[in-house]
């Protein structure tokens, strides 16, 4: 269980440094990127989602215990909008290139434990 706690802080550690990182190219007006109004969407829809609330939720219930049934549903949500955001910046990939890593590794930390909810 200790483990499945130490997955479900990085996820959540994870998900904070994602929405941090679009909201640092949004307030900074970073060169790379392009096309500002593609970065407003994408920080819209962290925001939509709640991406930071949910990040803390999912720290504070995994620092003592294992709530798995709660961590699961955390996790969906954020998927569910992290599922929107992917699409959306694969479509915009010239403008929004500098994302791409970021998402590459969330979406991997994600998988962690949509291979829980699968059948044996």
């Known amino acids: 269980m200790k483990f499945k706690m130490q997955k479900a802080n990085l996820l959540a550690n994870q998900i904070r440094g994602f929405s941090d990182f679009v909201q640092k190219c949004y307030q900074e007006k970073s060169g790379l990127i392009l096309n500002h109004d ?18 803390a939720e999912l720290k504070r219930i995994n620092t003592f215990d294992w709530d798995e049934k709660y961590t699961l549903l955390l996790v969906g949500r954020v998927s569910k909008g ?6 959306y910046v694969e479509n915009n990939s010239d403008d929004l290139f500098i994302l791409t890593a970021r998402m590459h590794t969330l979406k991997h930390c994600l998988k962690w434990f949509s291979h829980e909810h699968q059948p044996k």
């Open 38 to 55: 593609k970065l407003y969407q994408v920080r819209s829809w962290v925001e939509e989602y709640k991406f930071q609330l949910l990040a």
């Open 82 to 87: 992290f599922s929107i955001i992917e699409r």
